[in-house]
């Protein structure tokens, strides 16, 4: 797996894993990947800041005069509202197949099934497969919904 740092052609920046970097290729030359705030599938690879882990003893202080720093609630889009319209529109404009997901992408890939626009639920092993043989899917970054007794 590998995380990249994206970006819109709206100028949005968010993050997202993807199997390999010829995952995200083929993703996102199908138009497979899109932007967690505005919905476009004109995404590509931001520039991305290496992660390198602090000294035992280091202790980072922020200083709070400087003008240069900046607020990460104030700079960061609402994710949890834009994920929640992303469900929104995918739950109204797709038919849901549940654990079908699979087969009934296969099927629309090889011509058995008329295309349509489908959402469910696959195991990994079956997501893999999927991709290895060309079927244009992406993962939906989706919080289960919680039942309450």
């Known amino acids: 797996m590998i995380q990249y740092a994206l970006k819109c052609n709206s ?3 968010f993050d997202s894993w993807f199997q390999s970097a010829e995952a995200f290729d083929k993703l ?20 991305m800041t290496p ?3 602090p000294a035992r003893q280091a202790v980072q ?15 960061k889009p609402d994710v949890e509202s834009a994920l929640t319209e992303l469900r ?18 296969r099927k629309m890939h090889l011509g058995d099934a008329p ?3 489908i959402y469910g639920e ?11 043989d060309g079927v244009p899917i992406a993962p939906l ?5 919680r039942k309450t007794n």
Do not use: Q, W
């Open 28 to 47: 996102a030359s199908a138009g497979m990947v899109s932007c967690v705030v505005c919905g476009s599938t004109r995404v590509e690879k931001a520039i």
């Open 122 to 132: 696959a195991k990994p092993e079956e997501a893999k497969a999927l991709i290895e």
């Open 51 to 53: 992660r390198v882990r």
């Open 115 to 117: 295309e349509r626009a």
């Open 61 to 75: 202080v922020a200083d709070k005069t400087d003008v240069n720093s900046v607020d990460e609630a104030t700079a």
């Open 88 to 105: 929104r529109k995918v739950e109204e404009n797709s038919d849901y197949v549940g654990k079908a997901f699979a087969s009934e992408a």
């Open 141 to 145: 970054p989706f919080v289960p919904t």
């Open 11 to 13: 100028g949005h920046s």
